[in-house]
């Protein structure tokens, strides 16, 4: 018969064994300053006047896509946009039963209507998220910290 001692380090070596051969599966990490800039085919700076959302399902999940109308104070990369640009992103729930499965979540931090912030865009590129980016000549905000806030 085991003693409480060699019970809990058989329970502990169970538990490292396990840990080491499953396959790690986790949200996306966010990127780098030197990664965001990479990816992002286009970085503004400015005031967030509004934000448009809207809720769908898809399976499990519940997306609550949304839309930052940005008052453009600089363009920092690209070629383009001035006055009002239109940023997309998205908030994202999962509404299944059960412990939530690994993937990727929503965007952090989000941007508040009034606030300044360092939009990180993808415009017909990869954007971190999609596998190939959008083709459709909208800005993607770069998954998943591509909304910096900016102090004034």
Not at 40 to 51: C, D, F, N, R, S
Not at 73 to 99: A, N, Q, T
Not at 132 to 141: A, H, L, P, R
Request: aromatic share 10%.
């Amino acid at each position: 018969m085991m003693s409480n001692k060699d019970e809990a380090v058989v329970l502990v070596a169970s538990a490292v064994i396990l840990l080491l051969t499953c396959p790690a599966l986790a949200e996306k990490a966010p990127s780098s300053q030197k990664q965001l800039e990479s990816i992002a085919t286009h970085i503004v700076v400015g005031k967030v006047q509004a934000i448009y959302t809207r809720t769908e399902r898809e399976g499990n999940y519940e997306y609550v896509r949304k839309v930052a109308e940005v008052k453009l104070d600089r363009l920092e990369k690209g070629k383009g946009p001035s006055g009002v640009i239109h940023v997309r992103y998205f908030d994202r729930h999962w509404k299944g039963k059960g412990l939530v499965p690994p993937g990727g979540g929503s965007y952090w931090p989000q941007p508040k209507k009034g606030g300044t912030y360092r939009f990180y865009l993808a415009r017909n590129a990869y954007d971190g998220w999609s596998a190939e980016g959008t083709k459709d000549g909208g800005y993607n905000v770069v998954y998943v910290n591509g909304v910096q806030p900016v102090k004034q």
